[in-house]
């Protein structure tokens, strides 16, 4: 798999500045808040962090629309607390990650102010610009029938100049023109370079699958009947030139020895391991959405949940038997994820997380993830258990432009009230609002993340009595612990938790997950047996045929001692390691 790299061993933690901490009792997460949590940060084992965006921004979708590149958006702080923030990274021995968003910019950016200021301003070319398509009626319709990420068309009508802009997110966030090149040098200058001269140590890279479109722009074939806007994913995602542009930027990473890890919606396996072979560097490693997508239905409908035959543990095991094995015989590198900003919470979608069962459901979680091969990722709240908010939360709760404009889609459709149900069930089970409440500090007021009289942006998820830092740091056998303890055996025995090869034991049970992880092909070094069990009772396994012979030793469990050899209790989780 190539030289071995800093970021291969790394455990990369992800901060969402507006629901971290917030210093100044605005309400709002910022940057010396995160400063003051540093520590913290490393005491879970973690040893990079990766920032969500802090650029300046109008924030319709929390900062993945940037006004400037090289400007902090004022509520988080300015350009001083960010190099603070780098410099206190690095003095702890942290690496620091930003997230590179150039699919787009914000309409306030003045780059596309200057474009959209006339037809012939030398800046039009840089975004996305066609004419009108006309009915029989005379009646005005967008280029093409692509749904914009979020729900609308992804295309938006300028009034000044009579022509229609492309924005396959919202409808403040234009797709930048990347087949011009000068445009792509003022990204890779602004954007890129800007931040590893001051000393990121790489880039999170944002939808980097989108950059190239058929620009023809075909329209997508008709799934709903019942709108006039169709999801494009196949058409947008992995275009003509993408790899191209990825390789260009890829040499600017090179010269700066940084990592970057690229979010690929929709990609093949196939696809992934091309993406991130250390032959042919488009990006260190990147984000494959086989797992985040389980259970719900991508190809139509993202905040759609799958029928529960579609959601079974086997199925599950068989994503993540297909993700450890896909880069073997390869020289391409994975990474590992179980949660980020954009999905509801792990515990919720893949365990229990009703109040008797989310403690262990968290820790078999933990197990699960520190076992896993590839750079591994952890989403701030993840380490003390943070579950879904209550499903009984009002809609006016939500926040996130996804969930409101989803919601605006079933309005403007007519939907009915047993629409409106299911959708609410959906959004409570998959809206990406799940993971940006604010991180549960201590049971204080607020959970501890503001001072601030009115309360935080968003509402504090109700659960923050029982999960919070300050009672999880005290208690020994807390989530929180359980993650240090698991994230320091990751570490320490890296070679086969972090790199190891994987063998699937149990594929088609639908109770228990029990694999092999190997240092060698024929087992004959260093091994560990993971067991999980993903019910609610008791339940027997037993060992991969790999562990004959071996001495194994129980080096984690999340209840403890081992108890029974050949069951494991409601939610356990054990690894054994060869001695
Ligand atoms: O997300 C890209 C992306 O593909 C999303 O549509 C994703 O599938 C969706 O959020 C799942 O619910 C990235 C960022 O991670 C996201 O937060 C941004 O909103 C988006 O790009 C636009 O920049």
């Known amino acids: ?35 003051s949590r540093l520590d913290y940060i490393k005491s879970t084992g973690a040893n990079t962090i990766w920032l969500s965006p802090m650029y300046d921004s109008p924030q319709i979708d929390m900062g993945y629309d940037i006004a400037d590149y090289n400007a902090i958006y004022p509520p988080y702080g300015t350009m001083a607390d960010m190099d603070a923030l780098i410099k206190g990274c690095h003095e702890r021995g942290l690496r620091i990650l930003c997230d590179l968003v150039i699919n787009h910019c914000s309409d306030q950016h003045k780059w596309f102010q200057e474009s959209r200021s006339s037809k012939d301003n030398p800046k039009r070319d840089w975004f996305i610009w066609r004419p009108a398509k006309y009915d029989a009626d005379g009646k005005r319709h967008p280029p093409n029938n692509w749904r914009s990420c979020f729900s609308e068309s992804a295309w938006e009508w300028d009034e000044k100049t009579q022509e229609y802009y492309l924005h396959l997110f919202v409808v403040g966030q234009p797709d930048f023109n990347w087949t011009n090149e000068e445009c792509r040098k003022a990204i890779i200058d602004s954007a890129i370079k800007y931040w590893l001269e001051k000393g990121v140590d790489g880039f999170r890279i944002d939808t980097a699958s989108m950059y190239s479109k058929p620009m023809d722009f075909p329209d997508a074939p008709v799934i709903d009947k019942d709108v006039e806007h169709q999801p494009a994913f196949h058409l947008f995602c992995d275009g003509p030139q993408l790899e191209d542009y990825l390789r260009e930027i890829g040499k600017v990473f090179a010269q700066y020895d940084s990592m970057t890890v690229g979010e690929f919606p929709n990609a093949t396996f196939e696809r992934s391991v091309r993406a991130t072979s250390a032959s042919d560097p488009q990006m260190s490693m990147n984000f494959h959405f086989s797992l985040c997508d389980f259970g719900r239905d991508v190809e139509n409908d993202l905040y759609r949940l799958l ?8 199925q599950f095991k068989e994503i993540i038997r297909a993700h450890q094995t896909h880069v073997e015989g390869t020289d391409s590198w994975p990474s590992f994820f179980l949660e980020n900003h954009d999905i509801a919470r792990a515990i919720s979608r893949y365990a229990n997380d009703a109040p008797e069962h989310r403690v262990a459901s968290g820790k078999m979680l933990a197990t699960l993830a520190a076992s896993q091969s590839g750079t591994l990722f952890l989403y701030q709240g993840q380490e003390i258990g943070t579950v879904n908010f209550p499903k009984d939360w009002d809609i006016e709760d939500y926040q996130d432009i996804g969930s409101i404009n989803y919601w605006k889609m079933l ?25 940006r409440t604010p991180v549960q500090w201590s049971a204080e007021q607020h959970a501890g993340f503001t001072t601030n009289a009115k309360g935080p942006w ?6 923050y ?7 999880q ?3 020994a056998g807390s989530v929180l612990n359980y993650y240090r303890k698991a994230m320091q055996l990751r570490t320490k025995h890296i070679d086969v938790l972090g790199h190891g090869l994987f063998r699937i034991h149990d594929p088609k049970s639908d109770e228990t997950l029990v694999y092999a992880k190997l240092s060698d092909e024929q087992a004959k070094g260093k091994i560990a047996v993971v067991a999980l069990n993903f019910t609610t009772k008791e339940v027997a396994f037993t060992l991969p045929a790999e562990a004959k012979g071996k001495n194994l030793d129980l080096a984690l469990g999340t209840h403890g001692d081992a108890h029974d050899e050949g069951k494991l209790r409601p939610l356990e989780g054990r690894i054994y390691l060869s001695a």
């Open 1 to 35: 798999r190539g030289p071995k790299r800093w970021w291969q061993d790394a455990i990369i933690y992800q901060v969402w500045p507006a629901s971290f901490q917030d210093s100044n009792g605005d309400g709002m997460g910022d940057i010396p808040g995160i400063i």
């Open 307 to 314: 029928p529960a035959e579609k959601r079974r543990l086997s």
């Open 411 to 435: 309005k403007a459709k007519g939907a009915s009230q047993q629409e409106f149900d299911t959708a609410k069930l959906n959004l409570s089970a998959l809206a990406r609002d799940h993971a």
């Open 458 to 463: 968003m509402k504090v998820n109700d659960t």
């Open 465 to 471: 009595k029982d999960i919070n830092v300050a009672s």
């Open 473 to 475: 740091d005290k208690d």
